[in-house]
């Protein structure tokens, strides 16, 4: 399979304890596009790299997240000191630079904060 | 700003109909891509039709088209010959210059034997 693969699919974590999901895009792709989606919500964007470069964060990214591209490759995103408020879908999307970059997803991570 | 609009919160089509799912946006850029993608229940984005703002024609997937109205700024997605499979949650969105997707709040299909 050479589609967008994101790692665990599911986490259940409490409150005020840190977690980090990954992205594996793909292969050829150079942007990478971090989203969260809640119930009943289209995914809202949060930020997106080029390569290794994160090139645009949302304002709805808080200093508790962290997002990291280190060889360009796969991506993980960090959350710290979880709220519950964080309990959402956290997609994951890659494309080429080219034309209108269509975006790829990825299956997305369900997070629970209890 | 940028924006996407889904009015239709949730439809109804019969197997082997054909099903017209609304979109408007609104951007003051000239050039932009619009995108229509189906979420099923197991939650992966699947992209289904792509629509540029200079493209002259409509937009052809297979069983998707995009019914897009520069003027009136829609770009609805038709579904002919529906089947049980397209059951799912269907989101427009679009990119303007700079690289964030704008997402609408979607649509829930329902697809009746």
């Known amino acids: 399979d050479t589609g967008v693969s994101q790692d665990p699919r599911h986490k259940i974590t409490k409150r005020g304890q840190n977690v980090t999901f990954r992205c594996d895009p793909i292969?050829?792709?150079?942007?990478l596009y971090w989203y969260r989606q809640t119930l009943g919500q289209g995914p809202e964007f949060l930020t997106y790299f080029q390569n290794e470069a994160q090139l645009e964060k949302s304002r709805l990214l808080s200093d508790r997240f962290s997002a990291e591209r280190p060889k360009g490759s796969f991506s993980t995103l960090e959350i710290q000191r979880t709220e519950q408020g964080d309990s959402a879908m956290y997609l994951c999307?890659?494309?080429?630079?080219?034309?209108?970059?269509?975006?790829?997803f990825g299956p997305g991570t369900r997070l629970l904060v209890l | 700003a940028q924006k996407i609009t889904q009015t239709q919160p949730g439809m109804f089509v019969q197997e082997k109909e054909a099903v017209t799912l609304d979109c408007t946006y609104d951007?003051?850029?000239?050039?932009?891509?619009l995108f229509w993608y189906k979420q099923p229940s197991s939650g992966e984005m699947i992209f289904l039709i792509y629509q540029g703002s200079y493209d002259q024609q409509n937009a052809t997937e297979g069983r998707y088209s995009l019914n897009f109205q520069k003027a009136r700024k829609s770009a609805n997605l038709v579904i002919s010959a529906s089947q049980l499979g397209d059951s799912a949650m269907y989101f427009c969105a679009m990119r303007a210059t700079g690289n964030q997707f704008y997402f609408g709040t979607g649509t829930s299909l329902t697809v009746i034997p």
């Open positions: 951007t003051s850029d000239p050039s932009y891509g």
């Open positions: 999307a890659s494309s080429l630079v080219s034309g209108w970059e269509t975006q790829y």
């Open positions: 292969s050829e792709h150079n942007r």
